[in-house]
């Protein structure tokens, strides 16, 4: 399944429009996302996981399984930074991803993990994650459910032109994509 990550929300304060896709695929183990991206800057600051990543050149995938009141934020720069955690909204009930299960969290990308000031220019950049399915449906085995509850994200918080794309739209006065009641869904077998 193709998705294209191309609606813009906020339009009027932020009408940046790079190009954005996400492949996603799984094979019963995994959950693979193969991120495309066009777009007129670039930057990459927090090179640690667990950082400001959003504030970066940034792909987020969010996900939620059916009937579970949590979900799961993966948020990603061009570089293989990642922030992950467990929770039920912005603020409440954040349990980040430990260590361990960050490191379980595959990521091959097109620059390597050194920081970077926003570069202008025209640049197009891949980044490929490997998700552990259990971590996703920890709850839930050895039976996967087959449909997922999700939303794509491109960002870039700290840019020139900053902007705020989504697969499904969100519908919201200002940007905040901690909002599950806006995820579509992704058929995953």
Same mark, same amino acid.
């Given at each position: 399944m193709t998705c294209a990550v191309n609606k813009v929300n906020w339009p009027a304060e932020f009408p940046e429009k790079p190009e954005v896709s996400v492949e996603v695929s799984n094979d019963h183990e995994w959950l693979l996302l193969k991120w495309h991206v066009r777009g007129e800057q670039l930057r990459a600051v927090t090179t640690e996981d667990q950082g400001p990543v959003?504030?970066?050149?940034?792909? &987020?995938?969010?996900?939620?399984?059916?009937?579970?009141?949590?979900?799961f934020n993966f948020e990603c720069n061009c570089i293989g930074a990642m922030v992950g955690s467990r929770r039920k909204g912005r603020a409440e009930d954040v349990v980040p991803l430990s260590a361990a299960e960050m490191a379980r969290i595959e990521r091959k990308c097109d620059y390597p993990r050194a920081?970077?000031? &926003? @570069?202008?220019?025209?640049? &197009?950049? @891949?980044v490929e994650e490997r998700i552990p399915l259990d971590l996703i449906f920890r709850d839930k085995k050895p039976e996967f459910p087959q449909v997922l509850k999700a939303n794509f994200y491109k960002c870039a918080d700290k840019t020139k032109r900053p902007h705020f794309l989504s697969w499904r739209p969100i519908d919201l006065p200002k940007p905040d994509f901690h909002c599950p009641q806006f995820f579509g869904e992704i058929t995953l077998f």
């Open positions: 959003w504030e970066d050149s940034c792909v &987020e995938f969010f996900c939620q399984v059916p009937g579970d009141d949590h979900y920081a970077f000031e &926003e @570069k202008d220019g025209l640049f &197009e950049w @891949k």
